[in-house]
């Protein structure tokens, strides 16, 4: 099927956040989408499948004018939205969610168990997934959700599959797995529509790739007729280096902020002990479901563990809480950003203070407005943060934007310890340096940080020192200089 | 010109947000259930009997500020009416058994107190929903009450301790000044102290709250016990009001009470609310209830029309918020 949109255009509330997007997609294709957050790709794709209507501009499907004004008008058209985070229903098996909203027969029918579940069995081993149909969805990793994902719009004979950023949550194993299906079903005759931020993935799996910038489509160009050089320009209009590890004076003098002695969780993380320096970037890698989120939530005490001791500055301590925990100067930026990161309907402003409350009132609990605006705007000036204004309310920012918020909650914190669980998630290349920066800047005044990613280059450009863990266990502490991606992967995979 | 203002409302999101507002269609209910009770009776005219008229409903009123409170952080007490009738019932037993009145009514309070402190660690240790709880403590105190003072009415007070609502300031009767002062003060807490903000964050993301170092279940415990104290004092208030204590005093209060706080506009699902919205809305339930009075409605028609507008007050609230704070 061919896709055609002629000069689509969306305005929210006043503001045009994308304009005159002429867009074609072939059948047998994966068209590539780039772009800085708040681009317009996100908005691009939610009008392809409904989420939004757009305000301008119609869309073509084999030359005919179609109107995609609901999710279900979407999929009726052979549309189907794959989401960044899987949206399943946990508590439903896996055939459920896979026919969900389109088994057989009308609503006061029976639901033919047998046939969902041998529909289901098929479609999964055809994309090579071994899951059995009846198992419920609770429990399984976030690549496995994103296959049902997938088998669901197979179930539903989709000819066009929007992946909004899909390898985003998935390690680089997983995302081998994923590029094998995206081939596949290519072959097949599929057109696909594929976000990424990662310029790699995108030349390797890509035929080819349009690019956006503020709410603009700027090219569409054949993926080997043009270098990633190009590509970034096209984005954001400058270029990015590669950047090394800075070593700097705090971590010289070797003084030990942190140390984590034989901490067990049951059932999640066993033995876990590593030293932390002031002014050191401690990388954490693994796959998804090696317990590194588990260990950061235990240390910022949202968690409980069960074994062993954690000291602090030479201390024993236990953080019962987070409270506690930011009372002796940690900060944890967490991975899952909406349900932990954000308070979507209050102000950025209130957002930025809330980890301040003492700052930003007197001894009465008297909040000093002005103090708010003064603090917020510091950050959202430094780090660029794109709005109309403080009062805006954080969920109308882009996800990009969003976690410079939450950065900058921490950073006002003036935090000793920072634990920082996937920051740069869902981040354009240009967030994603300026946030290097930030976090170098950071080490080099003495803060001592965990980086948990699950991008390697991520963690190989800023990590002093590696953790890999697997299976809830630390496999190897590794040194910058002796570590790789493949010695990380090793690591990370084999015992 | 519809389309000429929302296009410049949604250019300007700081004047949106004070526009679109569920508050206002209190402010409007207000002003129109004044105008319709004024067709009944000249006397709706004269603030004299609106603030008689009000004194009864000023127990209601107490506790749905904290109701309000309760709401914004995401939780809800419906346990209230029950406790105005164990603590009264609770007061009036120790006074009887020759405690003193003093003594009686910190008991009574305390009680109160305690009643709210059993909800609060029930939602927050043991993560029961609160509506849920609460609806179980609904007929537990209640029942209580019953088993302590089985049919009879606990009297025999002093007379200076009867008829709070006819003692007067000027025109203004006693309990309806508790009210405009607590209401005054809770809504300064509400809006401009970090307290205030914290309730706001809870309810609008406990998550998030929770991993922001605010003590979430802290301040929930201590808003549920709070609900308890005032539920006390409205317990303590409402016996000098009818000058006995019974275990069915109050009963069905808790659609009154709540009506209040959906009538201000306060959102169900929590993070959205304030206490003016509830202050208004206490004034539109006694001007409808007085009117019903007045047009001779019987009780039973009274509750189908609140028990209607509670669910349109509801729906506008969301409607509204969906409109103004996508």
Redesign the interface.
């Known amino acids: 099927m061919n896709l055609y949109t002629k000069n689509i255009g969306k305005t929210f ?2 503001v045009n956040v994308l304009r005159n997007v002429n867009f074609t997609l072939e059948p047998g294709e994966v068209h590539a989408l780039v772009g800085e957050n708040g681009a317009g790709k996100s908005t691009f794709v939610k009008i392809l499948s409904g989420v939004y209507t757009p305000t301008d501009g119609d869309i073509f499907l084999d030359n005919k004018k179609i109107k995609i004004n609901t999710p279900i008008a979407a999929q009726k058209n052979g549309v189907s939205l794959i989401h960044q985070e899987p949206q399943s229903f946990s508590h439903l098996s896996v055939a459920e969610n896979i026919f969900m909203g389109h088994m057989d027969g009308n609503n006061f029918s029976r639901v033919k168990w047998k046939d969902i579940n041998k529909s289901s069995e098929k479609i999964l081993s055809s994309i090579g997934l071994k899951i059995d149909p009846k198992n419920i969805m609770e429990g399984l990793s976030i690549a496995d959700q994103q296959m049902i994902e997938i088998a669901g719009a197979l179930s539903k004979n989709s000819k066009i599959l929007i992946m909004d950023e899909p390898t985003s949550p998935l390690t680089p194993n997983e995302v081998g797995k994923l590029f094998d299906i995206v081939n596949q079903l290519k072959a097949q005759g599929m057109a696909i529509i594929f976000i990424s931020h990662r310029l790699e993935e995108i030349r390797s799996i890509a035929n080819r790739v349009t690019i956006f910038r503020d709410g603009d489509l700027i090219t569409t160009q054949k993926i080997n007729e043009i270098t990633n050089e190009e590509i970034i320009k096209y984005m954001i209009g400058r270029s990015i280096e590669d950047i090394d590890v800075k070593e700097n004076d705090f971590l010289k003098k070797d003084e030990v902020i942190l140390k984590v002695n034989n901490i067990s969780q049951f059932g999640n993380f066993k033995n876990i002990s590593f030293d932390l320096k002031k002014g050191e970037i401690l990388g954490f890698a693994g796959l998804v479901g090696a317990g590194r989120t588990e260990v950061a939530k235990t240390i ?1 005490g ?1 968690e409980n563990y069960d074994e062993g001791d954690i000291y602090f500055k030479d201390n024993i301590i236990s953080n019962k ?3 506690e ?3 002796k100067g940690f900060a ?1 930026v ?1 991975e899952d950003r909406k ?8 102000a950025v402003e ?1 957002n930025i203070t ?2 301040i ?2 700052e ?2 007197n001894k ?4 000093d407005t002005k103090t708010v605006t003064l603090k917020s705007s510091e950050y959202i000036n430094k780090f660029n943060i794109v709005l ?2 403080g ?3 954080i ?2 920012l882009s996800g990009g934007n969003q976690q410079k918020c939450i950065i900058s ?1 921490w950073l006002l914190s003036n935090p000793s310890i920072l634990i920082l669980d996937e920051p740069t998630r869902g981040v354009d290349v240009g967030v994603k340096s300026e946030m290097y920066e930030i976090i170098n800047q950071l080490a080099a005044m003495g803060t001592a940080i965990i980086l948990i990613s699950s991008e390697l280059p991520e963690i190989l450009s800023l990590a002093h020192r590696i953790v890999v863990m697997r299976e809830g266990q630390i496999t190897k502490i590794l040194d910058n200089k002796e570590a790789t991606q493949e010695t990380i992967m090793k690591f990370a995979i084999i015992s | 010109m519809l389309k000429k203002i929302s ?1 410049y409302l ?2 300007n ?2 004047l949106r ?1 004070w526009i679109i507002r569920p508050e206002w269609v209190a402010v409007i209910l207000l002003i129109l259930s004044i105008i319709a009770s004024l067709q009944l009776s000249p006397f709706f005219g004269d603030l004299a009997f609106i603030m008689d008229s009000a004194t009864p409903y000023v127990e209601y009123g107490l506790i749905a500020i904290i109701l309000t409170l309760i709401i914004i952080s995401g939780e809800i007490d419906l346990s209230i009416a029950s406790m105005i009738a164990l603590t009264a019932v609770i007061f009036g037993t120790v006074y009887n058994a020759g405690f003193g009145m003093p003594l009686s009514v910190l008991i009574g309070v305390l009680s109160g107190a305690l009643c709210g402190l059993f909800n609060g660690i029930l939602v927050t240790k043991l993560k029961i929903p609160s509506i849920i709880l609460t609806i179980g403590t609904l007929t537990l105190y209640r029942g209580i009450a019953q088993a302590l003072a089985s049919d009879f009415s606990l009297g025999g007070y002093p007379s200076w301790f009867i008829g709070i609502d006819y003692r007067y300031v000027g025109i203004i009767p006693i309990p309806v000044i508790i009210f405009t002062v607590f209401a005054l003060i809770v809504g300064f ?1 509400l809006s ?4 205030g ?2 309730l ?2 809870i309810g ?2 406990p ?9 979430v279940d802290k301040i929930k415990l201590l808003l549920f016990t709070f609900s308890g104290v005032i539920s006390g004092v409205a317990g303590v208030l409402t016996t000098s009001r009818l000058a006995v204590a019974r275990f069915n005093m109050a009963t069905g209060a808790e659609l009154e009470i709540v009506l209040m706080v959906m009538l201000g506009g306060t959102y169900i699902f929590g ?2 609310g304030n206490i003016f919205g509830t202050f208004v809305a206490f004034w539109i339930v006694v001007i409808l209830r007085s009117g019903f009075n007045v047009a001779r409605i019987k009780i039973e028609s009274q509750l189908t029309i609140l028990g209607a507008m509670l669910i349109i007050a509801i729906i506008l609230t969301n409607y509204i918020y969906s409109k103004s ?2």
């Open positions: 509330s006043g910022f949202a809480s987070p409270y925990a930011i009372q944890y967490p349900q932990m990161g954000i308070f979507g309907s209050v209130d809330s980890s409350p003492n930003i009132s009465f609990g008297l909040i109309t204004s009062r805006q309310l969920q109308e909650k | 296009i949604s250019e999101p700081t947000y807490l401009s102290t970090i307290y903000k914290q706001y964050l609008t993301n998550q998030t709250a929770k991993y922001s170092g605010i003590k993070g959205r704070q996508k």
